[in-house]
């Protein structure tokens, strides 16, 4: 009894001094331990609807490697019952057992700290133990709740699963949550005989539950060393379709029953891709099974968790009947992104978040090489590089983008930088890092690179080593050139260079001077200050050489960082144009003198057009459009250039093109001159419409790239009411709508449905609207259900508009969480739409970040459509208004705000600058 009441007594002491604030303020953890195996229990409870959760325990060995008194490690969100926490040292005789005499935490950093009875003592391993519960929670992160509609029984079925990066490991289990932390895991799942338990690894052993009727423990084979973020595990009752691959691991594709007919696409292409990786990295994929699951809830578009690759339905399943080849595409894209990161991050992970780039950037690289060398016909890479190039160049030329390399302090930090910098931009430059290396010096340094750290963390400088030291050996580069100082100028600077070339036609040289390309007009020339060391390739109008992307000079920086001036010779005459940056192979501008563009100008507008290589066709659409945007170019020269599209029969440069005049359609459409440019889009248009053979579903004649250019174009055709495009599309709605069984039956061609819907609801009735509605919440294919919900929003009606909203924000609606930002883009982004969502945001803000939490992702993304229609100073001082008034709640946005605010500011000097000449050029060029 007296012994009783003495342990009840310490427990007391204990638990009283638990919620203490630890003095430990740093965002890294301390270096003193380091952890080499957990050991992770977790029993699911799906039973009861009303009360979710798990219950674990996890066992982490860990290392000492200086003396100490504190084991730190993240935890959050988790009740941990201290009165069982145990510690002892492994092995090394006499007293093994230590203790925990009280625990304090740091809610900045997400730290619980224990306090140690006796010093931990450098070179011992010591076992911790510490069980804990919590709710499978509803954010998407961390270890939570999903759940789909049983068709058959019209039930709902519950399932789990994890999403642990870039920081909620902490949030299911204690752990060392950081990315240096490699250690090896082995899970034991504990969940009822109805469902099926997965992990990163393949099954070991199944065992009963020593209490619970009907429950098992399955126990998963040890892991490689891994980082804690790409753990994962679920406990669902999915069906799986198996892959065949000869000598391969054991791949299976996995999904809610009803879907699992749409798992054949991903589950043919994932073994492909992975297969092409093994031989292109020169590694076999190191686990013995990879599973990719479709998960009706995720926050994100897909995550690469080692051997357990989870996805959003939309990511994975791809239905024939529904689909559309660009939803295959993408979904290609996303399965060869993945898989990309098994090497890229899975197997050599960055040290530190501030090289998430090197994860990101190589993934999306890598990705389309993948995709390319399965389905060569989709020329994905070209489209890859130009969305990559279009999209970083955007936010980029703003003074508050930031460089490639980014520190790190908080978690809302590192949320901020999986963003079009480390995405594209990072893949942007690898690009042209392979392009200037060469196939050979390029793969030999990264494989190089892998094996070197394989298992291992690794920074940017550590890739330029193995990069360097491949380039000098196959040659590829001068002795006296290295990859970091060429790199680090495109990697830790902000920004990049417009390059000016200005041509001596009688010496035939040209001058080429850089400075960094800025989008605010007003920032003066001698504050555009940044040197990048820029391969230059070029080629002339009698040369015509588009293959050889090597450059044939430098510019090269000083050693104090300011840029050297560059002289190109043997150059031709005045009657030659030359054009730098050769497939785009490197992310910079370039602008010419106007003789050089009028000489450009000639051949776009000639038969001769299609001697400019494709790529470098969309270079000059994108460059001379946006330099017109910021003001270093005329409209008169830029619709000079854009006139050539009424022969361009390629979908690159037509993506380049309709990006760019999408930007000046938001602004003109409300404006008293838009019919002009209207007049104007249809005069491009109409012939390649025509070309195309308009609405007609033609498909199955056409090759690959014709469909998805169809695609694009009829999209905007119907826009701007080319030809007959309206009626056309409302008469397939009419005739879908007409069907006895509209779920069933479908006469809209897939590749149309985009253009098809948005414009029968555009042009149609509260029934139209309703009938899309149903179709929406019936549909059982991820795709067609993101097709409509991004086409709901093309509505003219603001009451209906406003209903559409709400529903998307309805936690009990149809719309789950994850797709109510498409709803949300989908309004905002239409005329009508545009004030709508802005009160609805204004007004609803602290309920919409409450609704996002803990995602300032999905927050974030919701303000660049938005902004992007701010032009006029009156709305900028309201949006700015708004923003200082909900600061507090607007945490983790502060990037995104500073971003939105500094666009919305050149959105009005664009008025202010273009606005009284757009219209003179545009008349000239009808
Ligand atoms: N590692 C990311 C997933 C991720 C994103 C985790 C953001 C945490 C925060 C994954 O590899 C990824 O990049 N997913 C993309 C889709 C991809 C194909 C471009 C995404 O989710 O947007
Ligand atoms: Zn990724």
């Known amino acids: 009894m007296k012994w009783f009441l003495w342990v009840a007594l310490v427990i007391s002491l204990d638990l009283s001094s638990a919620n203490s604030i630890s003095s430990y303020n740093h965002y890294r953890l301390p270096a003193a331990l380091r952890p080499q195996k ?75 700290i224990l306090h140690t009875c006796e010093e931990l003592l450098a070179g011992n391993v010591y076992i911790l133990c510490l069980p804990f519960s919590a709710d499978l929670n509803r954010q998407l992160v961390g270890y939570y709740r999903s759940s789909y509609k049983d068709a058959v029984t019209n039930t709902t079925r519950w399932l789990s699963a994890t999403q642990f990066e870039p920081a909620a490991a902490r949030k299911a289990f204690p752990c060392f949550d950081e990315p240096g932390f490699k250690a090896s895991f082995v899970v034991t799942l504990g969940y009822h005989t109805q469902f099926t338990g997965l992990s990163n690894m393949p099954v070991k052993e199944i065992k009963p539950h020593e209490t619970l009727p009907n429950y098992i423990w399955c126990e998963f084979e040890e892991s490689v060393p891994m980082s804690t973020y790409l753990l994962a595990y679920s406990v669902n009752d999915f069906s799986f379709k198996p892959s065949t691959l000869p000598n391969g691991a054991l791949f299976r594709t996995w999904a809610r029953p009803n879907a699992i007919d749409q798992c054949d696409y991903a589950a043919e292409f994932g073994p492909k891709v992975l297969q092409y990786y093994e031989q292109f990295f020169g590694i076999k994929f190191p686990l013995p099974k990879i599973d990719q699951i479709a998960l009706p809830d995720f926050s994100a578009g897909a995550m690469e968790n080692w051997g357990l690759v989870t996805y959003r339905e939309t990511t994975l399943l791809y239905s024939p009947n529904h689909s559309s080849l660009s939803d295959q595409q993408n979904l290609a894209n996303v399965i060869a992104h993945e898989l990309a990161h098994q090497w ?46 279009i999209t970083s160049f955007r936010l980029d030329s703003l003074v508050s983008s930031h460089p490639i390399s980014r520190p790190i302090q908080m978690v809302a930090e590192i949320e901020e930088s999986f963003d079009a910098i480390s995405y594209q931009k990072g893949s942007a430059v690898l690009r042209m890092m392979h392009l200037f290396m060469g196939e050979e010096s390029f793969r030999l340094g990264l494989k190089e690179y892998l094996k070197l750290y394989t298992y291992k963390n690794a920074e940017q400088d550590n890739l330029w080593e193995s990069l360097t030291s491949a380039a000098h050996q196959v040659g590829a580069l001068a002795g006296h050139y290295n990859i970091k100082t060429i790199m680090d100028s495109w990697t830790l600077q902000t920004g990049y260079p417009v390059l000016n070339v200005t041509r001596d036609y009688s010496a035939g040289t040209a001058r080429l001077t850089q400075e960094r390309y800025l989008r605010d007009s007003q920032i003066p020339r001698s504050e555009r200050v940044g040197c990048w060391w820029v391969p230059v390739s070029y080629t002339t109008q009698a040369e015509k050489d588009f293959n ?80 017109a945007w910021t003001g270093e170019q005329d ?85 701007y009411h080319v030809s007959d495009c309206v009626p056309q599309a409302q008469s397939y709605f009419r005739r879908w709508r007409s069907e006895p069984d509209p779920d069933e039956n479908n006469p809209v061609p897939p590749n149309l449905r985009s253009t098809v819907y948005c414009t029968a609801i555009r042009e149609g009735t509260e029934e139209d609207w309703d009938f899309l509605w149903t179709r929406f919440r019936r549909s059982n294919v991820g795709s067609e259900r993101q097709t409509i919900l991004s086409t709901l929003g093309c509505s003219k009606e603001v009451w209906i508009l406003q209903r559409y909203l709400e529903r998307a924000f309805d936690p009990k609606g149809d719309i789950r969480r994850q797709d109510s930002l498409l709803s949300f883009q989908a309004v905002v982004s239409r005329e009508q739409g545009f004030p709508v969502a802005k009160s609805y945001l204004m007004e609803h803000v602290d309920f919409m970040v409450e609704y996002y939490y803990p995602q300032t992702r999905s927050m974030a993304r919701l303000l660049p459509p938005l902004c992007e229609q701010i032009y006029t100073a009156n709305d ?35 008025m202010d600058r273009n606005y009284p000449q757009i219209f003179d050029s545009l008349q000239r060029n009808l």
């Open 38 to 112: 957990y050991y992770l229990r977790i029993l699911t409870e799906l039973k009861n609807p009303d009360d979710l959760r798990f219950t674990g325990n996890v066992q982490i060995v860990i290392k000492a490697l200086q003396n100490t008194r504190n084991i730190t490690l993240h935890s959050k969100n988790l009740t941990i019952d201290e009165s069982q926490i145990t510690l002892r040292q492994i092995g090394g005789g006499g007293k093994k057992d230590n203790c925990v005499s009280s625990t304090s935490v740091n809610p900045a950093h997400d730290y619980y």
């Open 344 to 389: 890229f991050g899975n197997l050599v992970t960055m040290k530190w978040w501030t090289d998430l780039w090197l994860n990101e950037g190589f993934a999306t690289y890598v990705a389309g090489l993948g995709v390319q060398e399965i389905h060569p016909d989709w020329q994905s890479q070209d489209k890859g590089i130009l969305t990559a190039l």
């Open 548 to 627: 050889d992307t090597a450059p044939k000079a430098w510019m090269e920086c000083s050693q104090t960082g300011e840029s050297v001036p560059t002289t190109i010779d043997l150059l031709p005459g005045p009657e030659e144009w030359v054009i730098l940056n050769i497939q785009l192979s490197t992310p910079y501008k370039a602008n010419y003198d106007a003789r050089n563009w009028q000489l450009l100008i000639d051949t776009l507008n000639s038969d001769q057009f299609q001697s400019i290589h494709v790529i470098n066709r969309a270079q000059l659409v994108e460059d001379v459009l946006y330099f």
């Open 635 to 719: 409209y008169g020269t830029a619709l000079q250039v854009t006139n050539y599209l009424q022969r361009e029969r390629d979908i690159i440069p037509w993506k380049s093109a309709l990006d760019n005049l999408k930007l000046l359609n938001r602004i003109l459409r409300q404006t008293p001159n838009f019919g002009l440019f209207k007049g104007y889009m249809k005069k491009l248009l109409t012939p390649i419409y025509e070309h195309l053979n308009g609405t007609n579903d033609t498909f199955s004649s056409m090759q690959q790239n014709e469909v998805l250019l169809k695609t694009l174009v009829v999209n905007v055709a119907c826009q």
């Open 876 to 910: 900028l001082n309201e949006f700015r208004a708004f923003v200082n008034k909900s600061q507090q709640s607007l945490k983790g946005v502060e990037q995104a705000i500073q971003q939105s605010l500094e666009a919305m500011v050149t959105n009005v000097q664009w």
